[in-house]
């Protein structure tokens, strides 16, 4: 049974575990909390390295182009339907 009239501020035991107050955070997570852009740097450095126009991607691109069988067509309905049922908010504005 809690005692309601408890003036020391601080909860009974409950079951036998004693409840202690919250700990304040260590240094460490605060030092966890700090922003860093070293990894975004990385990442620039390693994009900056790449080639701007990947010829093997284009050559893909032109023949998936030329071929009269792509995409599929289960894709071509599954890509219909997935825009057929995304609404289109600039279209609001048009019926009013």
Do not use: C, H, W
Not at 23 to 46: K, M
Request: net charge negative; no cysteine.
């Amino acid at each position: 049974m809690i005692n309601s009239t408890n003036r020391t501020g601080s909860t009974p035991p409950i079951g036998g575990i004693p409840v202690s107050p919250p700990r304040a955070p260590s240094r460490a997570s605060e030092d966890l909390d700090r922003f860093s852009t070293d990894s975004l740097n990385r990442l620039r450095q390693v994009l900056d390295q790449q080639p701007s126009v990947r010829s093997d991607v284009v050559e893909l691109g032109r023949s998936l182009a030329s071929d009269p069988g792509y995409p599929t067509d289960p894709v071509v309905r599954k890509l219909a339907e997935l825009l057929v049922a995304q609404p289109d908010g600039g279209d609001a504005d048009e019926g009013e």
